[in-house]
Nanobody, 123 residues
């Protein structure tokens, strides 16, 4: 059974940093692309970052490019999201997701999800 467990969320002031982690179990982690999405109240789930199965490719929307960095440690079956220069508009629940091999940017292409971790950025 696939399990994705996020951690690292919290309350931070604007301009600060947080690092999210997502530990995976129940899958051969190195065979899966991983992604982060976020969802604020009343809004649709939004793509934040993705990384290919071997870490060779990463993808970001313009809204976070240059501020967020996704990385993975296949030996630890863990994906990370380093978030710098945080803004109040980054406030959301952050979810990690997994799909075989190829990274995608739309949430309906992922069928494995974590429970989410809350990130709140105060102004």
């Amino acid at each position: 059974q696939v399990q994705l467990v996020e951690s690292g969320g919290g309350l931070v002031q604007a301009g600060g940093s947080l690092r999210l982690s997502c530990a995976a179990s129940g899958i051969t982690f190195s065979n899966y692309a991983m992604a982060w999405f976020r969802q604020a109240p009343g809004k649709e789930r939004e793509f934040v970052a993705a990384i290919s199965w071997n870490g060779g490719s990463t993808y970001y929307p313009d809204s976070v490019k240059g501020r967020f960095t996704i990385s993975r440690d296949n030996a630890k079956s863990t994906v990370y999201l380093q978030m710098n220069s945080l803004k109040p508009e980054d406030t959301a629940a952050y979810y990690c997701a997994a799909r075989p091999y190829i990274a995608r940017e739309t949430p309906n292409e992922y069928n494995n999800w974590g429970q989410g971790t809350q990130v709140t950025v105060s102004s």
